[in-house]
């Protein structure tokens, strides 16, 4: 079993920046992959970004790239999701998911555990 807490999320102007983070526990995420999604209301469930634990491989959402960052830190068995230039659009509940193993796809492949979500909200 994995457990995975987000935390980070909040309210920032537009073109302001968060941190989230993503901690698990039950298991170190050695073979795995992380990925974050995001879900705003009335909206489906959308890919953000995702990295591949052992080889630090990184995947985007061309909607992301150039303004978030996804990163992991082995000692803490957590990994982050940098976000600049937040835009309103951005405002999300947003969520971390592991594979465990990794599948062979970090966008397409299915995500065994979800964490409780985080809730980021950018004003305009």
């Known amino acids: 079993q994995v457990q995975l807490v987000e935390s980070g999320g909040g309210l920032v102007q537009a073109g302001g920046s968060l941190r989230l983070s993503c901690a698990a526990s039950?298991?170190?995420?050695?073979?795995?992959?992380v990925g974050w999604f995001r879900q705003a209301p009335g909206k489906e469930r959308e890919f953000v970004a995702a990295i591949i634990w052992s080889r630090s491989s990184t995947y985007y959402a061309d909607f992301v790239k150039g303004r978030f960052t996804i990163s992991r830190n082995t000692a803490k068995n957590t990994v982050y999701l940098q976000m600049n230039s937040l835009k309103p659009e951005d405002t999300a509940v947003y969520y971390c998911?592991?594979?465990?193993?990794?599948?062979?796809?970090?966008?397409?492949?299915?995500?065994?555990?979800w964490g409780q979500g985080t809730q980021v909200t950018v004003s305009s």
């Open positions: 998911a592991a594979q465990v193993p990794y599948s062979g796809s970090a966008i397409y492949g299915r995500y065994d555990y």
């Open positions: 039950g298991r170190t995420f050695s073979r795995n992959a």
